[in-house]
C-alpha cells in the first residue's frame, strides 16, 4: 500500500515507500526488535466508546468502519467524529489529535525538531525560517491536495487511505471542499506562501490510513520547510519551459542541495549522502535525499523546486523557491535507536525520561513481554480494502495489536474467490495478557469482520 505522492505521475508505478520510518531496509525487524508501549490512551476507555462495538447492519452496503459513528458524533459534539457524508474518523484516532509531541522540549520528537530549527536559524544569510508549529491538522482537500496539483482520482484521496471529516459528495467522490485530517504538512505550503510568509518551517501531526507494524501509525509528524527567493537574484515571472531552463532554477535547486546536505551533516554527523530524482506533483524538478548511516542508504526527505503551476495558484506568479518535507519519527527511530513508532505516543515515564532537550541518546527498551499470536483467515467481498481491516483491529485492540502481517493469500478459480489469513501479533509492555482477554479481543474482531466488513468467516 503506498500513499506517497511521489512516482504518482500517470503512467507510473508507485512504490511502497510512505512508511515514516523509511522503506524496506528502514522498516525494523520487528521480529528481533518486537517491544509494545504503555498504551498513549485507555484503550479500554476507547472501546466503550466505540459506537461500532454494535453491529451496523443497516449500512450492509458500506462496511461500518468507513462510515465512522453517526450515533456516537452526535452524543460528543466532535469536531472530527460527525456522521457527515464520508466521515471515517473512529474514536481511537479523534483520541491522537491535539498530543503535540513535537512541542514537547524533552520528548524525542520535540528533540529532533528544534535541532532541525536550530540548523535553519543558524544559516547565513538574511532569510529568517519562521515557525509555525500549529497549524490546524483538520484541513480542506483544496489545501491538501488541489493547490498542490495532486489530481482529484489520486490514490492518496481514496477513503481506503485518508481520513474524512466529510465528502459533501459522497464517500467516493473527491471533490476541493472535502474536509479531512491533513496527510502531510504540505498542506499548510499554499496557505502561508499566499500569506507572504517568505520562509518557514511548519511541523504538525499528520494522519493515514495505513497497515499495522514496528513502522507504521495512522498519525505521524512531518516539518515541511519552504524558501522563497529574490526575483532579482533567480528571475521573476516566465513560463513555466522557460523557467525550468534558467538559471535562477539551477540556482534554486543548488541552494536547496547545499542546504538539506548540511542539515544531514548537522543531524547525523558528517554522512555519505546521494541525491535521487523523484516526482511530486507540486515540485519540478523533484529529488530525494538519502545517506548512507549504519551500513545502509536511508531516505531521509523529499523536496524540490516548487512547480510554478503551485506558485500560480497562491497569486505569486513572480515568485520561486524550495520546499522540502521530512517524517520526524523516522528520523528519531534512527538518531535514538527507538525500535517501535507506537513508543513515541506512550506516557509511561520509563521511555519519556530518558530523553532530555537538546540531547541525542541512545533509548534503552525497558521490558519484553511476550507476544501472542493469532490468525484469521476469511473469504474477501468485492471491495475488500485491507486498511479497513487495519481500522477495525485498531479499534478493537488499540496498541496491544502490535503488528497485522498477511501470512497467505490464495484464489479459489471455480468460486472466484479471494481467501486472506492474517496473523494479528498481540503484546502489551506493561504486562503480561491473559489468554481471555486476547482470546476475547480475537472474537470480537471476528465478529465485527464479518458484520462490518462483510466477510466470510473461514
Ligand atoms: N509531502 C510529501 C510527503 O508527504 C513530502 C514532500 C516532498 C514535501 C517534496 C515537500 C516536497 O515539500 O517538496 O510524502
Known sequence: KDHSWKRRAPLQECRASRCPAGRGQQRMDARSLMLTLATATSTAALRALSPLNSHCATVAAVPA???????????SGSRVITGDKGNNVTPYIEALIGRNLHTQANHPLGIIKSKIEDYFQSLQGDIKFEIRDSMDPVVNAKECFDDLL?????????????????????????????????THTSAHQSTLIASGVEAFLCTGDVYRRDEIDASHFPAFHQMEGVKLFDPAAVGGEMDREEWLASEGCQLVAADL??????????????????????????????????????????????????????????????????AFGLGLERLAMVLFSIPDIRLFWTLDERFLRQFKAGTLSTFKP??????????????????????????????????????VDLVDEFTNPKKAKTSH????????????????????????????????????LR
Not at 496473523?423 to 479481543?441: F, K, Q, V, W
Open 65 to 75: 468502519c468507513r462510515v465512522a459513528s453517526r450515533r456516537m458524533s452526535i452524543a
Open 150 to 182: 495532486i489530481p482529484a482520482n489520486h490514490p492518496g484521496r481514496k477513503p481506503s487511505d485518508t481520513y474524512y471529516i466529510s465528502r459533501p459528495g459522497g464517500r467516493d467522490v473527491s471533490s476541493s471542499e472535502d474536509r479531512l485530517l491533513r
Open 257 to 322: 542541495k547545499k542546504t538539506l546536505e548540511g542539515l544531514c551533516d548537522h543531524l547525523f554527523g558528517e554522512v555519505e549522502k546521494r541525491w535521487i530524482d523523484e516526482y511530486f506533483p507540486f515540485t519540478e524538478p523533484s529529488f530525494e535525499l538519502e545517506i548512507f548511516y549504519n551500513g545502509d542508504w536511508m531516505e531521509v526527505l523529499g523536496c524540490g523546486v516548487i512547480h510554478s503551476g503551485v506558485l500560480d495558484k497562491c497569486g505569486k506568479s513572480e515568485r520561486h523557491g524550495w
Open 366 to 403: 525497558y521490558s519484553k513481554y511476550p507476544p501472542c499470536f493469532k490468525d484469521v483467515s476469511f473469504w474477501l467481498p468485492d471491495d475488500f480494502e485491507p486498511n479497513d481491516f487495519f481500522e477495525l483491529g485498531r479499534s478493537v485492540a488499540g496498541e496491544l495489536l502490535e503488528k
Open 421 to 456: 489469513c492474517y496473523r494479528l501479533t498481540y503484546r502489551s509492555m506493561d504486562r503480561s495478557l491473559t489468554d481471555d482477554e486476547i482470546n476475547a479481543l480475537q472474537e470480537t474482531i471476528r465478529q465485527r469482520l464479518a458484520s462490518e466488513l462483510m466477510v466470510e
